[in-house]
């Protein structure tokens, strides 16, 4: 069965870290784009980062930009997102998604979440992540 299995997520205090990861079950993400976006209460969901197939290349939304990383290791299948320097404003769910994309995964990330650019993506199941003191 092809899927996506997240891990991660949790509480943590104003200033701490987090790792979230994204592992693909029935299918390699060797032609996969793969993004995290996240859905804060009340809120529409956010591209936070993505990492492209072929050249390794990433994208950073400015609000994470610098504190968030995202790295893939091919070998295990797996995606992580780690998260620095959290912020009270970093609550939410967060999700992977998958993709089948080799260009620059950034042109899937516009400012404004566009469903239609992760069509037939698959997804993670979502980790809440909670930053309070």
């Known amino acids: 069965q092809e899927q996506l299995v997240q891990s991660g997520g949790g509480s943590v205090q104003p200033g701490g870290s987090l790792t979230l990861s994204c592992a693909a079950s029935g299918f390699t993400l060797d032609y996969y784009a793969v993004g995290w976006f996240r859905q804060a209460p009340g809120k529409e969901l956010e591209g936070v980062s993505c990492i492209s197939s072929t050249d390794g290349t990433t994208y950073y939304a400015d609000s994470t930009k610098g504190r968030f990383t995202i790295s893939k290791d091919a070998v295990k299948n797996i995606v992580y997102l780690r998260l620095d320097s959290l912020e009270s404003e970093d609550t939410a769910v967060y999700y992977c998604?998958?993709?089948?994309?080799?260009?620059?995964?950034?042109?899937?990330?516009?400012?404004?979440?566009?469903?239609?650019?992760?069509?037939?993506?698959?997804w993670g199941q979502g980790a809440q992540v909670t930053v309070s003191s």
């Open positions: 998604g998958a993709r089948v994309f080799t260009g620059s995964c950034s042109a899937l990330m516009p400012s404004t979440y566009d469903p239609g650019r992760w069509h037939r993506a698959y």
